[in-house]
């Protein structure tokens, strides 16, 4: 195993004991005292109608779908980055041709009106 | 080697000795300076961000004409003590109907995924963490640990609002990290690697903001909306959501929600530095490393001002509008800005006109960006003047 | 054992336990966040074969996309997070024992190989594994078509996503 992940590894740790720390002590020390009041839903003091669950707009789930596509193109793009300055133009044309394809899906799906806000 | 040019390998060699007197292996000595230094970068990170809370309450009271915090200490500045304090003894109310664990372990996870930023933030030549060849991916990674915890903060409360925040999260998220890591390319594609302490190497001749203004300006722009802070603090938006996600956090839980927050402006301040400004570099000065430092935080607390700056002078955007700015122009620009830098860069790399030649392709993209916009305007602005017809009535389904 | 094998063991118990409450927890939310530990622990296997693109692409794609996708899908059309129906089919055992079948296939596949008790070889320092990767990527003897066509792959998903949306109205 590298060493860098090993450190990485240890940071880990410790950034998950340093947070979880506070919350200890203050579970130590603070007063406990739930009544039904104190713990029912904060709603600015109206009391709560129905369930938390709220109707949301499902098209927000196009513009996730298409961020996912993005997400892994992006990856496949960082060590063509990489490489292009060692490697002849022609990588660099291959690189675009890449893009270019996923950028047409941008514009389909741009030119269905999915990016508009409905 | 002395303490001026490598503090840290100085001050471990001389604790390695110590520790092999004592007859330690050498293999557990490492591990034991490793988690030595992680603690000190961690407490050093952690006490910065309390004297944050201060300097964020100290300028947006001067942005808003007040005072700020003037009581406690010369200018009020052991006001973030009491207010731990405070926090540490508030009472930690858990709402009915939360789910538990996921309610208690989304502040720690926020605070996990800032604290773990620093294990890759180069302070100066010699003094960083680690010096990963995948930084900026993981600098990618980690923004998506701290989005899943708002997201697991905001279902876990059972609370409407706090839920419209984690929704409004995940819409934040996925649309500002496709600018993001496109501009995060463009570095990447100038220097050829993909380690921060490389790039900051790189730019010890030329800062990258010089060679692509673009991708500095898109970076920001997509970090503020990484971050959650406003114009997109549509997440937390007090006026619409109360709080959003935090809503139904009390005391030291609200309380790393805050300081994460804080922490993860700075820290992204100190990236933009980094990536686009010269991280350590400053006219020769880096080559002493505790200068080197120096130079680092006071870029990195310049570009957190930079952060607070536009947070105090503009309204909240709008969710539409939000979502357009990035699917609609930021991706497109940072796309088409990634495809001609990476031709400009395999032409002329080797020529004499790199540097000139890179920033004029990024002033003409810029210029035809406002021309194409300038146009879409006039479009716009014609189509509003004629009378609507009531065909757009129709239009509606 | 050896450190490594330690870590790699907890990796292997973190993978698995997460597996089976993403099989076996009721609660819609929670299975999608077990599966986020499962990852996590994929990612940290990674990182221990030295392999560390491939471990911060886990987390980039796999965590910071995938799964908060699912979280997402299922906070859109669920009212009721909870599964109420039977976890078990009356035929489980016949899958339990298909898939044991396959375990021992693959058991055995595995253990006949030569050179599986070797441990890897240590990587050269300094080797630029990246770039090779990235070289790879887009040389013509290598995976270039691979490349290109992993780009096709990737539109024609997000033409479908658009589509099937599209049809919906």
Redesign the interface.
């Known amino acids: 195993?590298?060493?860098?992940?090993?450190?990485?590894?240890?940071?880990?740790i410790?950034?998950?004991i340093?947070?979880?720390a506070?919350?200890l002590?203050?579970?130590l020390?603070?007063?406990?005292?739930?009544n039904?009041i104190?713990?029912?839903?904060?709603?600015?003091g109206i009391e709560?109608v129905g369930d938390?669950?709220?109707q949301?707009k499902?098209?927000?789930?196009?513009?996730?779908?298409?961020?996912?596509?993005?997400?892994?193109?992006?990856?496949?793009?960082?060590?063509?980055?990489?490489?292009?300055?060692?490697?002849p133009?022609y990588?660099?044309l291959?690189?675009?041709?890449?893009?270019?394809?996923?950028?047409?899906?941008?514009v389909?799906?741009?030119r269905?009106?999915?990016?508009e806000?409905m | 080697m002395t303490f001026w040019s490598d503090p840290v390998n100085f001050i471990a060699a001389w604790l390695r000795g110590i520790l092999a007197g004592w007859g330690m292996g050498a293999a557990l000595a490492n591990i034991l300076l490793a988690l030595s230094g992680i603690i000190v970068l961690v407490v050093f990170a952690l006490v910065l961000d309390i004297f944050l809370v201060w300097v964020e309450r100290k300028v947006v009271a001067r942005f808003q004409d007040r005072l700020g915090p003037n009581r406690i200490g010369p200018f009020g500045i052991f006001q973030p003590f009491a207010d731990i304090i405070k926090l540490i003894i508030k009472e930690d109310i858990t709402p009915e109907g939360a789910d538990k664990v996921v309610y208690n372990i989304a502040p720690v996870l926020a605070a996990t995924a800032v604290i773990l930023l620093w294990a890759i933030l180069p302070l100066a030549s010699t003094i960083y963490g680690v010096d990963l060849n995948v930084a900026l991916l993981y600098l990618v990674a980690t923004g998506a640990l701290g989005a899943l915890a708002i997201i697991m903060g905001g279902w876990a409360s059972n609370n409407k609002y706090a839920l419209l925040g984690a929704f409004r999260m995940v819409a934040i998220m996925v649309s500002y990290e496709v600018p993001m890591v496109v501009a995060l390319l463009i570095p990447a594609v100038i220097t050829g690697t993909m380690s921060v302490k490389g790039i900051t190497e790189f730019q010890s001749g030329v800062w990258i903001v010089i060679l692509s203004p673009l991708a500095a300006v898109i970076f920001i722009i997509s970090a503020i909306a990484e971050l959650g802070r406003a114009p997109f603090d549509l997440n937390e938006a007090e006026s619409e959501i109360v709080a959003g996600f935090n809503i139904e956090y009390t005391g030291m839980k609200f309380g790393w929600f805050y300081a994460s927050e804080l922490l993860h402006s700075f820290t992204f301040g100190g990236f933009i530095a980094v990536l686009f400004f010269g991280g350590y570099n400053f006219f020769g000065l880096e080559k002493y490393p505790l200068l080197g430092v120096v130079i680092f935080l006071a870029k990195a607390l310049f570009f957190y001002w930079v952060i607070m700056w536009v947070k105090y002078s503009m309204p909240r955007i709008r969710i539409d509008h939000m979502l357009a700015f990035s699917w609609k122009f930021l991706t497109p620009l940072s796309l088409a800005l990634l495809i001609i830098t990476a031709v400009v860069d395999k032409f002329l790399a080797p020529t004499n006109f790199y540097m000139l030649g890179m920033f004029l392709t990024n002033v003409v993209i810029a210029w035809l960006t406002i021309e194409i916009l300038r146009a879409y305007g006039k479009r716009q602005r014609k189509a509003e003047e004629t009378p609507v017809q009531p065909v757009a009535e129709a239009a509606h389904h | 054992m050896t450190p490594v094998q330690i870590i790699f063991l907890l990796c292997a118990a973190l993978i698995l336990a997460s597996a089976l409450m993403v099989v076996t927890t009721r609660n819609l939310i929670h299975a999608a966040l077990w599966l986020v530990a499962a990852l996590f622990g994929v990612a940290m296997l990674y990182a221990i074969l030295d392999a560390g693109f491939l471990a911060v692409v886990q987390v980039v794609v796999y965590i910071g996309a995938i799964a908060i996708l699912f979280i997402f899908a299922v906070m859109l059309t669920r009212r009721e997070m909870r599964d109420r129906g039977p976890q078990l089919r009356k035929d489980w055992w016949l899958a339990a024992l298909l898939s044991l079948l396959v375990f021992a296939g693959l058991a055995f596949l595995l253990v006949t190989q030569p050179g599986v008790n070797r441990s890897a070889a240590v990587m050269p320092e300094g080797l630029d594994t990246l770039g090779k990767l990235g070289a790879a990527l887009v040389s013509p003897d290598a995976y270039v078509l691979p490349f290109e066509v992993a780009s096709v792959l990737l539109l024609a998903a997000l033409i479908g996503a658009v589509y099937v949306a599209a049809s919906k109205k």
């Open positions: 195993m590298q060493n860098a992940w090993l450190y990485i590894g240890l940071f880990l410790i950034g998950i340093v947070p979880v506070p919350l002590i203050s579970w020390v603070a007063p406990k005292k739930p039904p104190k713990q029912s839903t904060y709603e600015c709560t938390s669950w709220v949301f499902a098209q927000y789930y196009i513009f996730a779908l298409v961020f996912l596509v993005f997400d892994v193109e992006t990856v496949f793009l960082f060590p063509w980055a990489l490489a292009i300055n060692k490697l133009l990588t660099v291959e690189g675009i041709l890449f893009i270019l394809i996923l950028v047409a899906g941008l389909y799906a741009w269905k009106g999915m990016l806000w």
